[in-house]
């Protein structure tokens, strides 16, 4: 079984930082591609950011320059800096990973609220 807990997500006013984090666990030969997706009430779910096992990464329009990806490949885990945070960022932020090539895990969500 594989298990994504995502942290970091709280409460930050315009402009302001926060950081998440996603570690996977379990049993598995190999991570692939990680990311981070976010959804908004109301709006579907989006791609964020992505990164792969390569280092390679691809953002959404809406977050380059402010946001960066990041991964620790011996620590299996994925990281998202979020900066210049807009309450149009506040969303439920979700990990998503690409397990032993053909398997799609989920976290649980942790939410970033950006307050005006």
């Known amino acids: 079984q594989v298990q994504l807990v995502e942290s970091g997500g709280g409460l930050v006013q315009a402009g302001g930082s926060l950081r998440l984090s996603c570690v996977a666990s379990?049993?598995?030969?190999?991570?692939?591609?990680m990311g981070w997706y976010r959804q908004a009430p109301g709006k579907e779910r989006e791609l964020v950011a992505r990164?792969?096992?390569?280092?390679?990464?691809n953002y959404a329009d809406t977050v380059k320059g402010r946001f960066t990806i990041s991964r620790d490949n011996a620590k299996n885990t994925v990281y998202l800096q979020m900066n210049s945070l807009k309450p149009e960022d506040t969303a439920v932020y979700y990990c998503?990973?690409?397990?032993?090539?053909?398997?799609?895990?989920w976290g649980q969500g942790t939410q970033v609220t950006v307050s005006s």
């Open positions: 990164v792969t096992n390569r280092g390679g990464t």
């Open positions: 379990g049993s598995f030969r190999s991570i692939n591609a």
């Open positions: 998503n990973a690409n397990i032993n090539v053909i398997y799609t895990y």
